[in-house]
RNA sequence: GGUCGGGUGGCCGAGUGGCUAGGCAGAGGUCUGCAAAACCUCGUACGGCGGUUCGAAUCCGCUCCCGACCUCCA
């Protein structure tokens, strides 16, 4: 672990150095869902790529707090403003819910969802409800400021001035060119005679009477903009200015642009150093949509019911999925993928397996697989390094396979390889399979009593081994065919026989 | 229409101005009673057309297609 950790920063469009603003500690604020419906899976990569993030950056000595909202109020239907319904209180008129139900069910659904994909839970899970008045205050602070203005009672972020205030701050992340954002919203947008020019936004919204959900405020009785409360809760929870701001690439405009727009109107600073943006999940070479069929949920995932797909595939075969490519790639979801990747990921474990199993016989010398060995476990990291390169870390996991493999068929020879070597690789194929890249041996959990199986197994293995030497090779292809049967496979191998489940 | 990001071998996916990841599938071989597993070897890919260069899939221009955001979809 030669290198420096360098992350792709959207602000710069470049790889830059990770330096973090307070030696050892890391503030990373990522944007959670809007609980509205059943999560998305593309939001699951979003979530399962920011997990990766968050462990390593642990993994490497860091102490992180990691924020991820739930949005339970404030967010629109269709992301506009203004004159729109708020996704939530929708959900509750038409299923005759208070809208705490249904911020409740779906964000269970949610955290379950993010169970089953192995994801850590963030250090600190704030709800735009639980903080409104921090956001009173912050609009407070930007009317103060003179870069928000009261309209009937809703309170808009006057973007034009910031404009023209504080140059190259807004656009500068999505790389949108000011001027033109002035000149091109004009037609289509006509209800919008409160704000007064079409790239201002809400950030406090006075509620019509049928809105479920309202506060007081000094301007109206209303409820907070959408993207207000981003930019409050990470001020409250990490500060001003923070390292790690995250999310998916589609939150970058507005959003996104809009918070830091915020920060620079309530306090003129820049709320994040670093924005990371992972890229949209595919499926069959197309964006998902509900309204032309072509999407699929983590449950029908899981249970294999949609046409998209041949059969279930278990969490940590997709989460090993999404690992074999890069957070800031589109990555295409095909059935023929997810088979692929459920093979991979059933080698690597039973590699992991083969490992922990290893005993080296003493003596050894510190030759050229000794090297290699040591260089390959040094170049996962190295990876890792470069803006989380998980493929190329799983690349060099592969080779380290490889060479497991074949130490235990005798290929390779413990003898090229000393003793502490083999315990590091040990030791750092462990923790990076599960601590870094957060995947779990899926046989063993799902095994239940696993010494009993792991006893029957030896007997029936023993059994076979007794006909095999009495050449009664129908018994020994009959226990072998059944154990099949059964999704368990016998290896015959030079130092004897190994199962493993299917 | 505007802005931005892509198009890589049968599939999924890294990556890079020359030393050509990885997984899966396929072919051949080793091992094995047979098979499986494992190991070894192989296919020489970068949308199309030009250009820059000693050399480009990697840089530039044009073109076709796909995606994101701008307008409901994470």
């Known amino acids: 672990m030669k290198t420096e950790l360098r992350v792709h920063n959207s602000l710069s469009g470049e790889k830059e150095v990770f330096k973090p603003i307070h030696e050892g500690h890391v503030g990373m604020y990522v944007c959670g869902p809007t609980v509205y419906s059943d999560v998305h899976l593309g939001n699951c990569r979003t979530f399962v790529s920011f997990d990766v993030i968050f462990r390593y950056l642990m993994h490497l000595g860091y102490k992180v707090r990691y924020v991820r909202n739930i949005t339970d109020v404030g967010h629109l239907e269709g992301d506009a403003d203004t004159d729109a319904e708020d996704k939530i209180s929708k959900k509750a008129r038409l299923e005759k819910l208070e809208p705490m139900e249904v911020v409740q069910y779906y964000a269970n659904g949610f955290h379950k969802v993010m169970q089953q994909y192995n994801a850590l839970s963030p250090s600190i899970e704030p709800r735009a409800t639980g903080h409104i008045i921090e956001q009173i205050e912050m609009v407070q602070s930007i009317l103060d400021n003179g870069y928000a203005y009261v309209e009937n009672g809703s309170v808009y972020f006057d973007t034009a001035k910031l404009i023209s205030t504080q140059k190259g701050v807004y656009g500068q992340l999505s790389g949108r060119k000011p001027e033109e954002l002035l000149a091109e919203t004009r037609e289509n947008l006509k209800k919008q005679d409160e704000k007064h020019s079409p790239i201002d936004f809400a950030i406090w919204i006075k509620a019509d009477p049928s809105h479920l959900m309202r506060w007081n405020s000094p301007w109206s009785v209303g409820f907070p903009g959408w993207h207000l409360e981003c930019s409050a809760m990470s001020t409250k929870y990490l500060g001003k200015t923070f390292d790690i701001h995250g999310g998916g690439f589609d939150l970058k405009f507005p959003h996104h642009e809009n918070e830091i727009a915020q920060s620079h109107g309530a306090c003129s600073c820049s709320p994040a150093h670093y924005w990371l943006h992972a890229n949209m999940l595919m499926l069959n070479g197309k964006k998902m949509s509900k309204s032309d069929g072509n999407t699929i949920n983590p449950e029908q995932l899981l249970t294999g019911d949609s046409p998209h797909i041949s059969k279930g595939y278990s969490p940590m075969v997709v989460r090993f999925f999404m690992l074999q490519s890069h957070y800031r790639s589109t990555l295409d979801m095909t059935d023929e993928a997810l088979l692929a990747a459920e093979k991979g990921y059933r080698r690597m474990m039973e590699a992991y397996a083969t490992l922990q199993g290893m005993q080296h016989p003493g003596g050894g010398v510190a030759g050229a697989l000794d090297q290699e060995i040591k260089d390959l476990i040094d ?94 090779w129908g018994t020994s292809d009959m226990i072998r065919d059944a154990l099949k049967e059964l999704h368990l496979q016998l290896k015959d191998g030079k130092e004897g026989t190994s199962w493993s489940k299917e």
């Open 379 to 472: 170049s996962v990291y190295d990876e890792m390094n470069d803006d989380f390169n998980t493929p190329r870390a799983l690349a060099r996991m592969f080779e380290l396979v490889s060479k497991i493999n074949a130490l235990k068929g005798g290929q390779l020879s413990f003898g090229d390889l000393l003793p502490e070597t083999l315990a590091q690789l040990k030791q750092s194929f462990q923790s990076f399979l599960f601590d870094v890249l957060g995947l779990k041996d899926e046989s063993e959990a799902a095994g239940g009593d696993k010494e009993l199986l792991d006893g029957l197994m030896q007997l029936i293995i023993e059994m076979r081994k007794e006909a095999r030497e009495r050449k009664d």
